[in-house]
């Protein structure tokens, strides 16, 4: 399975601190995704990062790509307490549709 | 609003119900997928269906039954359900099958 695995489950931190959550998938891919759910709501596309891009900002996001340890982290720096959610990356094997993860869930105290 | 809507936001239904999740997209995708959310566990890819077609159906049992009459319409047909199906149901839309997925904000989905 190309199955992702974040981790970790759930993690807690404090309003302006950074937080980082990694992902780790088993098999080749073409692009790896993130996504951000509120409780109980749809999901919401953050980032893609292609195979061969081993790094991407948007805002106060940050993804890295690692091919050959087949792993990615997302960071969300100075977070606040609106970033609480659950985060769940989702990899594309070359046309196979999308897997996601069972996500970390992020909580952010004020 | 992701220009993903999906109909009802929540049901309630018998063991010997049949109902339908209704699902339309605005964004003039060519790809549509059902994904089940049940508590503690992976999304799970349902069915995906591209330019009216489907591609994918991962071993869902028949009692789930997907109709796409059109590209921007994808419905999911449900009918003597189990407790267990009880979860978040999620209609997302692509261009192709690889790109960026935009989610509606699903259908709780509750059997009794």
């Known amino acids: 399975s190309q199955q992702g695995e974040e981790d970790p489950q759930a993690l807690s931190i404090q309003e302006g601190e950074n937080a980082t959550m990694n992902c780790s998938y088993k098999t080749s891919i073409n692009n790896l995704q993130w996504y951000r759910q509120n409780s109980g709501r749809g999901l919401v596309h953050l980032i893609l990062?292609?195979?061969?891009?081993r790094e991407k900002h948007s805002g106060r996001l940050r993804v890295t790509l690692d091919t050959s340890k087949k792993s990615s982290s997302l960071l969300i720096t100075a977070s606040r307490a609106a970033d609480t959610a659950s985060y769940f990356c989702?990899?594309?094997?070359?046309?196979?549709?999308?897997?996601f993860g069972p996500g970390t869930r992020l909580s952010v105290l004020p | 609003e992701t220009g993903v809507t999906q109909t009802p936001r929540h049901l309630v239904m018998g063991m010997t119900n049949k109902k339908s999740l209704k699902c339309e997209q605005h964004l003039g995708h060519n790809a549509m997928y059902w994904y089940k959310q049940s508590a503690k566990k992976p999304l799970e890819l349902m069915f995906v269906?591209?330019?009216?077609?489907?591609?994918e159906n991962n071993s869902v049992p028949s009692r789930f039954s997907p109709e796409c009459p059109n590209s921007s319409h994808l419905f999911l047909h449900l009918h003597t359900l189990q407790p267990e199906d009880s979860a978040l149901y999620l209609c997302?839309?692509?261009?192709?099958?690889?790109?960026?997925?935009?989610f509606g904000e699903g259908s709780r989905l509750t059997v009794l």
């Open positions: 997302a839309s692509s261009q192709d099958n690889t790109g960026e997925l935009f």
């Open positions: 269906y591209s330019l009216e077609e489907r591609v």
């Open positions: 989702a990899t594309d094997n070359y046309g196979q549709n999308f897997v």
């Open positions: 990062i292609r195979s061969n891009e």
